[in-house]
């Protein structure tokens, strides 16, 4: 073989070998490009995810607000109990201070009531003995005034008896008070014989100024026997 016929024969193994990697090449597809719904909804996912995050913070942000609400109806409750509890210890402090002012003021009541049996009681005790003295006061006085009149001298009679009337009223009212019927009823017979002796004196009746007075004395004397039993310890 000569050398061109080499070189030539070269050449096209070469070529034939090239021409099929050209083929191979020119008839391979490009990429597809993309649609254009997907490239909207691509662009889209970013607005959604925002909105998306906007509605969730609405949502805990309502929630919140709701829980808040919730928690302050709550605690104006709980206020509104205290209040209604306060007002209900108020009353009763004030009821219990009024029940404590009450008591103290029944209990004073009591006492007091106590206090006034107790002096009802000693001066029931000590009144016979006092109606005696005044009707054997009275007894004394009207003694020296019949001796007085016995021996025709008037002068401070009249004055000695009107005393001793009142003595004997006094007298009675006590007895009668006390319950001490027939003493009562002896002592007020004095009084009237006592005025009506006065009377005589102030007619210058002297006889019989001293007859009233003797019947008077009499009386107050009965008045004053029955007064002294009454004073008697018993036995």
Do not use: H
Not at 6 to 12: E, M
Not at 135 to 152: E, H, K, P
Request: glycine share 8%.
């Amino acid at each position: 073989m000569t050398p061109l016929l080499a070189i030539a024969l070269g050449l096209g193994l070469a070529l034939g070998q090239a021409a099929p990697e050209r083929e191979g090449g020119a008839g391979q597809a490009p990429p597809p490009a993309a649609a254009p719904a997907e490239r909207a909804d691509a662009a889209a996912q970013p607005e959604r995810a925002d909105a998306a995050a906007r509605a969730e913070r609405a949502a805990d942000t309502a929630q919140a607000e709701r829980a808040a609400a919730a928690a302050q109806a709550e605690m104006d409750q709980l206020r509104t109990q205290v209040e209604a509890l306060r007002t209900e210890v108020e009353a009763l402090r004030a009821s219990s201070a009024a029940s404590e002012a009450r008591t103290a003021e029944v209990e004073q009541e009591l006492a007091e009531a106590r206090a006034r049996r107790a002096a009802e009681a000693e001066a029931a005790a000590r009144s016979p003995a006092e109606r005696a003295q005044a009707t054997g006061g009275a007894l004394q006085r009207m003694d020296g005034a019949l001796r007085a009149l016995a021996a025709g001298d008037a002068s401070g009679v009249d004055a000695a008896l009107a005393q001793d009337a009142a003595a004997l009223q006094a007298a009675r009212a006590e007895a009668g008070r006390r319950g001490a019927a027939e003493e009562a009823a002896q002592a007020e017979a004095g009084a009237r014989d006592l005025a009506a002796a006065r009377e005589a004196l102030a007619r210058g009746d002297l006889f019989q100024a001293r007859l009233l007075l003797g019947n008077a004395a009499l009386a107050a004397a009965a008045a004053n026997r029955l007064a002294r039993q009454g004073a008697a310890p018993g036995p």
